[in-house]
Every structure is written in C-alpha cells, then in structure tokens.
C-alpha cells in the first residue's frame, strides 16, 4: 500500500493556522459545493447578502469584547485557540501512545487506519466515491442527492 509522504500531511498541519485566518474572513467559495451552500437561494449567483450573514457570524465570534471593532490581539487569541484545538486533534489521532509525541510508526499506523476506515471494498486502496463516502459518513450528515454529487 502506498502511504501518503509524512512531509505532506505535517505541512498541512503547518497550514492550520493561515487557513484558519482566511477562514475568518471574507471570501469567495473555491468549489462547486462550497459555492452551492453559500448560494442561498439557488440562482446560480452569489451576492453580498448571502455571504453578509456567515461574515457577520464570523465577526462577531471575534469581537470577543462586543464592541463592534476585532482588534488584533483578539484576533490573535482567536488564532490561538484554533491553533490550540488542532493540535490537540493531531495528539488524538496520531499519538497513539500518548507520549506527547508522534513517532513514524505512530503516522505509518495512523495512515494505515484512514486507508482501512475508508476502504469500502477491501481492495487495498481508495477511490474518490469512497473518500467521499468516508467523508459523509465520518460528518454524520444525511446522503441527499445534492451532497452525493
């Protein structure tokens, strides 16, 4: 079985926090599902009021204060908080041992776990249908016709 390169998954680990600063401001979806959700009215165009409500959402988790300005040093505990959380999924998933650290055998394991979890006929490998099987699955949300695409 191949194992997906241990640099790859730690930089995108590395990623968490940049990702989790765009996350929290405005932006454009990047793909036809993440565009289809903020597209509340289902006409094919995104406008300033279907995003306005999910930015406001956001600002408002920031604006630890309440006082209509995100500053940075909130912006920073926010940062940190998310860094914080994903860390302490990564100990969770990965650490095995729970030594505080994660060794090669304790990723190759948990590579192993993700390919065998998702690997919905045993062949070895997985497919796209079956990641994102794995992936409704694993969310726990309902197989609509929509998210099946």
Same mark, same amino acid.
């Given at each position: 079985?191949?194992?997906?390169?241990?640099?790859?998954?730690?930089?995108?680990?590395?990623?968490?926090? /940049?990702?989790?600063?765009?996350?929290?401001? /405005?932006?454009?979806?990047?793909?036809?599902?993440?565009?289809?959700?903020?597209?509340?009215? %289902?006409?094919?165009?995104?406008?300033?009021? =279907?995003?306005?409500?999910?930015?406001?959402?956001?600002?408002?988790?920031?604006?630890?204060?309440?006082?209509?300005?995100?500053? @940075?040093?909130?912006?920073?505990?926010?940062?940190?908080?998310?860094?914080?959380?994903?860390?302490?999924?990564?100990?969770?998933?990965?650490?095995?041992?729970?030594?505080?650290?994660?060794?090669?055998?304790?990723?190759?394991?948990?590579?192993?776990? @993700?390919?065998?979890?998702?690997?919905?006929?045993?062949?070895?490998?997985?497919?796209? =249908? =079956?990641?994102?099987?794995?992936?409704?699955?694993?969310?726990?949300? /309902?197989?609509?016709?929509? %998210?099946?695409?």
């Amino acid at each position: 079985m191949t194992r997906i390169t241990p640099a790859f998954i730690m930089l995108g680990c590395l990623a968490v926090a /940049p990702a989790t600063a765009l996350a929290m401001q /405005p932006y454009l979806p990047a793909s036809p599902k993440t565009f289809n959700k903020a597209d509340v009215d %289902s006409n094919g165009k995104i406008t300033s009021a =279907e995003l306005a409500p999910k930015a406001g959402r956001r600002f408002a988790r920031l604006d630890a204060d309440s006082n209509g300005q995100v500053t @940075l040093a909130e912006i920073d505990a926010a940062l940190q908080k998310a860094l914080e959380r994903r860390k302490a999924r990564m100990l969770e998933t990965l650490d095995a041992n729970k030594d505080s650290q994660i060794s090669r055998a304790e990723l190759d394991a948990a590579v192993d776990r @993700l390919i065998a979890a998702a690997d919905a006929d045993h062949d070895g490998g997985v497919t796209m =249908e =079956e990641v994102r099987s794995y992936r409704l699955v694993k969310s726990g949300k /309902p197989a609509t016709e929509k %998210s099946a695409n």
